[in-house]
């Protein structure tokens, strides 16, 4: 690709997430000046994690939870290349993607979130379907929607690998989605077997016993098959089968364990932890090369580390945004303090949620939570939708 302007610097972000798209906003309210903005992702369009849950459960659309980086881009204005990056060569400041020259960069921002870490079990690459990417799973996802609704009639086994707060909120939404779908056939609801697999001794693992003990409960009182200090190993045509011998019956099974991120990062050269993470400073920089900087998922804060939670991503946007602006203009960068405790808004699948709060909980199910939930979800998104007044009629329409 040929430079533009002899001039002009290059800031390349990979990755659509969170942290991206809130700086992407940021650069359209506030221009960068002498910069050439380039956005590498795989998806035009962005899920955001906080609806995703109401979505599965069926009370959004796909447009009420996805942000349109198309529109972003044109705002800043932008390059979109609708791509995937596949290495980053750091000496000559290039990034390799599979269907692109390869692109330079002054700067370059990662915000590729991250995938669960599957065991190389047998039949488990083949048949269990992991929650991230996104798109892949609500791919799945459709066609189990579309299956109960041409045949209710048919029993259906699901199973949901993983305890924590993603795979029991994923386990419930799902089940209220179906169970809705069996009710408008008058079909029972027994149709429907859902089983959740966990490791651990208790569900929900980060989060405080009152929150761990109210969902242990609320899974029980629905009927959901619990397995806990079990270990999926393998899938044996329709049988899971765990490291202790149990087997259990799943025509379909997705996968919401432990974090995992692309072998490229590592192999370019970047700094990483033993997960393959890319290792951060305050300031949201590389720790072996400063004109890197990563958010969300895909980094590892070194001085503080914090769970992979949609939260952090969100708080990083604009400190990334400002850091990377800093960056090109040849500035010091400012360290982030992300927050210690973070509030979270747990649905229960049915226009209901629970709220947890460091060692603090609300365990009863409750209509009024989920409504504020709703309310600081669409706000979140509302955002991407009403872009800054100064731009051009045809773009803050997005036409």
């Not at 000496?91 to 692109?103: D, F, G, K, L, S």
């Not at 149709?191 to 929150?211: K, S």
């Not at 290792?279 to 992979?308: W, Y």
Request: glycine fraction near 10%.
């Amino acid at each position: 690709m040929n430079r533009q302007k002899p001039s002009e610097k290059h800031l390349v972000l990979i990755g659509g997430g969170h942290s991206h798209a809130i700086a992407l906003r940021q650069f359209a309210l506030h221009p960068l000046a002498g910069v050439r903005i380039i956005l590498i992702s795989e998806q035009i369009n962005t899920p955001y994690s906080g609806m995703l849950p109401g979505h599965i459960a069926g009370h959004y659309t796909a447009a009420d939870c996805h942000i349109d980086l198309q529109l972003l881009t044109q705002a800043v204005p932008a390059q979109f290349y609708v791509d995937r990056a596949i290495a980053l060569d750091l000496e000559e400041q290039r990034v390799i993607c599979a269907n692109h020259p390869p692109v330079p960069f002054d700067g370059v921002s990662i915000d590729i979130g991250s995938t669960p870490q599957l065991p190389q079990g047998t039949g488990i690459l083949d048949y269990g379907v992991p929650v991230k990417p996104w798109q892949q799973f609500l791919q799945e996802w459709q066609q189990v929607i579309d299956q109960v609704t041409q045949h209710p009639d048919q029993p259906l086994s699901l199973g949901i690998v993983g305890g924590g707060a993603g795979g029991v909120e994923l386990a419930l939404t799902i089940q209220h989605r179906l169970h809705q779908i069996l009710q408008g056939a008058h079909q029972p609801l027994n149709h429907l077997t859902m089983h959740l697999f966990h490791r651990g001794t208790q569900v929900m693992t980060g989060h405080n016993a009152t929150i761990r003990d109210r969902f242990h409960q609320i899974l029980m009182a629905r009927g959901i098959h619990l397995h806990l200090q079990e270990t999926v190993v393998q899938i044996d045509g329709d049988q899971m089968v765990c490291e202790s011998g149990l087997r259990v019956g799943c025509d379909r099974s997705f996968w919401v364990t432990g974090a995992a991120a692309p072998s490229w990062l590592k192999e370019s050269g970047l700094s990483t932890d033993e997960q393959g993470f890319i290792q951060v400073g305050s300031t949201l920089q590389s720790l072996s090369h400063p004109q890197v900087l990563a958010a969300g998922d895909i980094a590892a804060m070194v001085v503080s580390p914090r769970p992979k939670a949609g939260v952090f991503a969100v708080r990083q946007g604009k400190p990334l945004a400002a850091n990377l602006r800093r960056l090109l203009q040849g500035k010091s960068l400012q360290a982030y303090q992300p927050q210690s405790r973070f509030l979270s808004l747990i649905s229960t699948g049915d226009r209901k949620a629970l709220l947890s709060w460091g060692s603090l909980a609300f365990d009863h199910e409750s209509a009024g939570l989920w409504r504020w939930k709703d309310a600081i979800d669409r706000q979140f998104m509302a955002q991407f939708r009403r872009l800054p007044a100064r731009l051009p009629r045809h773009l803050a329409m997005g036409k």
